[in-house]
């Protein structure tokens, strides 16, 4: 047995429960509430704002409901991650990056394999939000990117006050907020896991901020927040949702602005037994709903409601997006131009991917999938493929980067794969 001075011992004791603190506190898990404070005190129409713009939402779901309760086209944004790090525990693989867009995606598409784990009395209200996330592949110059911008800092940790967000003060700057999802990974300071801006704040802020120790679900730290959903919750007040229990805690009188989240008197936390009540005369809280404060593996859904809600501030606040070019890849051959509508998804992927856009394609198309050594993985040829999807299957194949190319009358184009 390896034997320790007292002096190291007491350091090492330290050092744990620091980190034992922001893992298991359970009043500060998400920084919105103290952050919007801060913001409203800065700007002091802010709340007004706010408040006219939940009256506009109301108004725009009531107009366009049909629209918003089955959506038709599914809305991509762009995401550009800015990792500003210290240690290189903080600047995080490109792998833990794929891993959290690929959870993102899966949990706002109503993907993740735990809606299995969905109340029945809330099976109806479940909802998939036709929203999806990539990586940015285009810079707003028009630029081939990874989407993944890598930022060393002298700063140890960062709070809520927005210093994450500069180059000027530690941080990074953000991309075009207009067109682009801005998060920053970092070690933010006390215990909170993450916070986000609400539609109508300051263009140069605007983003979500999330600890690099729960960010994605590859290399996390935390034990409980290991599924890439503090990202997904802070996106979701990106999007305009609230705390389904109102932000008014030990109160029943605070709102969410959905009708279809019952109402609670306080957070939940840990992972509650279905059903579970703070005694807001329900019968049973949604504490599984994303915008709650349970463990990462307790979560399962969005509802019908809080989808309305996002595609109406996306629609009224964040309209740009639906127009952005930032997961359109940057073709620079003319000839490439028929195949610059395809694309991948999910990716990363599980078992299955999805190829869209071959409808217009007329004749033979062939896909070629490699791995790193250039060895051939996957191969197939199809003409007049009459549907806008095509399903490749590598399920056969272990986990891993690979290359799929696509071929269209003696014109290549590339992709990159990561399976996990």
Not at 160 to 189: A, E, F, M, Q
Not at 230 to 243: K, M, P, Q, V
Not at 282 to 304: H, K, P, Q, R, S
Request: overall charge negative; glycine content about 6%.
């Amino acid at each position: 047995m390896r034997k320790y001075s007292f002096s190291v011992l007491i350091l090492l004791f330290i050092s744990i429960q620091v980190f034992a603190q922001k893992a298991e506190n359970t009043d500060e898990h998400c920084g919105m509430i103290p952050y919007l404070k801060m913001l409203n005190k800065q700007d002091p129409t802010l709340a007004k704002r706010i408040e006219a713009m939940k009256f506009s939402e109301q108004e725009y779901i009531k107009v366009h409901g049909s629209k918003l309760r089955d959506p038709k086209e599914v809305i991509r944004i762009p995401v550009v991650v800015h990792i500003v790090y210290n240690t290189p525990e903080q600047n995080i693989p490109d792998e833990q990056v794929y891993a959290q867009i690929w959870s993102l995606n899966q949990d706002f598409r109503r993907r993740n394999g735990d809606t299995i784990n969905t109340p029945q009395m809330f099976k109806s209200v479940a909802a998939d939000c036709g929203i999806e996330f990539c990586l940015a592949v285009r810079t707003p110059n028009d630029e081939i990117t990874n989407g993944i911008i890598r930022t060393f800092t002298d700063k140890t940790e960062f709070g809520l006050d927005n210093t994450i967000k500069s180059s000027l003060t530690g941080g990074d700057s953000p991309w075009d907020c207009r067109h682009y999802l801005n998060i920053w990974v970092c070690d933010i300071s006390g215990n909170y896991l993450g916070y986000a801006q609400y539609p109508g704040g300051t263009d140069s802020t605007d983003g979500v901020v999330v600890d690099y120790q729960v960010f994605g679900f590859v290399n996390v730290i935390h034990p409980h927040y290991n599924l890439g959903r503090t990202a997904t919750h802070e996106i979701g007040h990106w999007l305009d949702l609230y705390h389904i229990w109102g932000d008014d805690f030990g109160s029943c009188d605070g709102s969410d602005y959905v009708d279809d989240t019952p109402n609670a008197k306080d957070a939940n936390y840990y992972c509650p037994t279905h059903p579970h009540t703070t005694s807001c005369n329900n019968t049973g809280e949604m504490f599984m709903n994303y915008m709650d404060y349970v463990y990462d593996g307790c979560f399962n859904l969005y509802t019908i409601g809080q989808r309305e809600k996002m595609l109406a501030a996306i629609n009224l606040y964040r309209s740009d997006l639906l127009t952005s070019k930032g997961c359109n890849e940057v073709i620079g051959i003319p000839e490439q131009k028929k195949l610059s509508s395809l694309r991948i998804h999910p990716n990363p992927i599980n078992n299955q991917f999805f190829v869209d856009g071959l409808e217009d394609l007329k004749g033979s198309v062939s896909f070629q999938i490699m791995n790193p050594l250039g060895c051939l993985v996957y191969t197939r040829t199809i003409n007049n493929y009459p549907d806008q999807s095509f399903q490749i299957d590598l399920s056969g194949i272990q986990n891993g980067t690979y290359f799929l190319k696509i071929t269209y009358k003696n014109t290549d184009r590339s992709f990159k794969l990561i399976k996990l």
